[in-house]
């Protein structure tokens, strides 16, 4: 599979599938392998693109260059590659920061944009708060080392219990990770004010357990994306697009159908 260089960092991504493109982008506990599920929906219609962020997964770069400032760049030096001139966008938690901050960037290159799990960077007051409370509490910990059966923070409390295979399966593949650190996401937040003539497709998806990005905070911030649709996945946590694959696959597709105009 290839890699491509951007500003000190070798990006690792794949392609899969012939179509109008779709690109993903992992969150913090994620890589290319996490997608599995949507490669395999996605892929009987589209050029579906997955990459890993840098630092994750397989793309290498320095300590110092590992930040987010650099995700937007390395999504467009991805597409540039794979000769993706326009795709949808569907980004998960971290990987929301890449999605928005390119969507900003490059509009004319963005169909349509899908968040799941993730307020995209936009700070408003509840992701302001939601941060602050994980800062201080320090009960947000990716890092830590966790029984087998102890459900990742990305996964609903209830994950063993429902799927205990799937849910060993996401702890083995974020476990491929190094380190995650400091991402550097909280030094590239959106204003709201900054989203006034914002006018790109957007889907919100959110798991009605989320233990990273409650509920009502991603509610708030789909009321202040212009346009933006809200789709709530009942019985996922952070992952709506791991555990709930099906659903999110349904509601992801349909709404890149309507809204993907290539």
């Known amino acids: 599979?290839?890699?491509?260089?951007?500003?000190?960092?070798?990006?690792?991504?794949?392609?899969?599938?012939?179509?109008a493109p779709i690109v993903f982008a992992h969150g913090a506990g994620g890589n290319t392998l996490v997608w599995w599920q949507q490669i395999a929906h996605f892929a009987r219609d589209y050029k579906v693109v997955v990459f890993d962020h840098r630092g994750w997964g397989r793309s290498k770069c320095e300590k110092q260059h590992k930040h987010a400032r650099h995700f937007?760049?390395?999504m467009?030096?991805?597409?540039?590659?794979?000769?993706?001139?326009?795709?949808?966008?569907?980004?998960?938690?971290?990987g929301g920061w890449t999605g928005m901050q390119f969507t900003l960037a490059h509009p004319d290159r963005v169909s349509c944009l899908v968040l799941s799990g993730t307020p995209g960077g936009v700070t408003t007051p509840g992701v302001i708060a939601a941060r602050d409370a994980r800062a201080k509490s320090r009960t947000i910990d990716l890092d830590r080392p966790i029984a087998w059966n102890e459900p990742?923070?990305?996964?609903?409390?209830?994950?063993?219990?429902?799927?205990?295979?799937?849910?060993?399966?996401?702890?083995?593949?974020?476990?491929?990770?190094?380190?995650?650190g400091d991402t550097g996401t909280g030094e590239?937040?959106?204003?709201?004010?900054?989203?006034?003539?914002?006018?790109?497709?957007?889907?919100?998806?959110?798991?009605?357990?989320?233990?990273?990005?409650?509920?009502?905070?991603?509610?708030?911030?789909s009321q202040v994306i212009p346009g933006a649709q809200?789709?709530?996945?009942?019985?996922?946590?952070?992952?709506?697009?791991?555990?709930?694959?099906?659903?999110?696959?349904?509601?992801?597709?349909?709404?890149?159908?309507e809204h993907g105009n290539y």
């Open 76 to 94: 467009r030096a991805v597409m540039d590659d794979a000769g993706v001139e326009r795709a949808a966008i569907v980004c998960q938690s971290m």
């Open 152 to 180: 990742h923070l990305a996964l609903a409390p209830d994950a063993f219990d429902n799927d205990s295979a799937m849910a060993f399966l996401y702890r083995q593949m974020s476990g491929l990770n190094p380190p995650i």
């Open 188 to 221: 590239i937040g959106v204003s709201p004010d900054a989203l006034g003539d914002y006018a790109i497709p957007t889907l919100m998806v959110a798991g009605a357990q989320d233990r990273i990005f409650p509920l009502a905070v991603l509610k708030e911030v």
């Open 72 to 74: 937007a760049g390395d």
């Open 1 to 19: 599979m290839p890699y491509v260089h951007n500003d000190n960092a070798i990006i690792y991504y794949e392609t899969h599938g012939e179509g």
């Open 230 to 257: 809200l789709h709530i996945v009942e019985t996922a946590g952070h992952s709506p697009y791991f555990e709930c694959a099906e659903e999110f696959n349904r509601v992801v597709g349909d709404f890149i159908g």
